[in-house]
């Protein structure tokens, strides 16, 4: 795969599939920088330390069963799993997946003004190590 337009992401929230109700997904993966620096140094040096991310995405909001609200509802408070692949075919070292843990620290399941869309705006921290798949 080359550059692409995004119009095929895939993403599971706890194993149930949100993909056609995903319009942005966005994650964000830092490690923390550690400073090394000593006397006699002339530049500061650094190592990394702890390792971060979060997961940040809208879902037009959907109250059907097995769907946006129910998924969310019931992870509020929990860890969960979540995998995203930039296609929705298989993974490869062109289309990668990526699975990790999420905090459902917060939802919002209402959100809307009048004539809009209804939609649901989250962003969580990632609780644990990121898996990137490329196989």
């Known amino acids: 795969m080359a550059i692409f337009s995004a119009t095929d992401f ?3 929230v706890n194993a149930v599939n949100l993909t056609d109700h995903c319009t942005n997904v966005t994650t964000s993966f830092d490690v ?9 140094d002339t530049w500061t040096t650094a ?3 702890l ?3 979060s997961l940040s995405a809208n879902f ?6 097995s769907q ?5 509802w019931g992870a509020l408070g929990t860890v969960v799993s979540v995998v995203l692949k930039p296609t929705s075919g298989s993974v490869s070292a ?8 999420v905090l459902v620290n917060s939802i919002q399941p209402v959100n809307a003004s009048v004539g809009d869309l209804a939609v649901q705006q989250i ?8 898996t990137r798949a490329t196989s």
Request: net charge negative; proline share 4%; hydrophobic share 35%.
């Open 60 to 65: 037009h909001q959907d109250f059907a069963s």
């Open 10 to 12: 895939t993403i599971s």
């Open 68 to 72: 946006v609200d129910a998924t969310l």
């Open 123 to 130: 962003t969580w921290p990632v609780t644990d190590a990121v």
């Open 47 to 49: 190592i990394g330390g």
């Open 32 to 40: 923390a920088d550690l400073d090394t620096t000593a006397f006699g």
């Open 94 to 101: 062109t289309n990668p997946s990526y699975t990790f843990s």
């Open 51 to 53: 390792k971060s991310g």
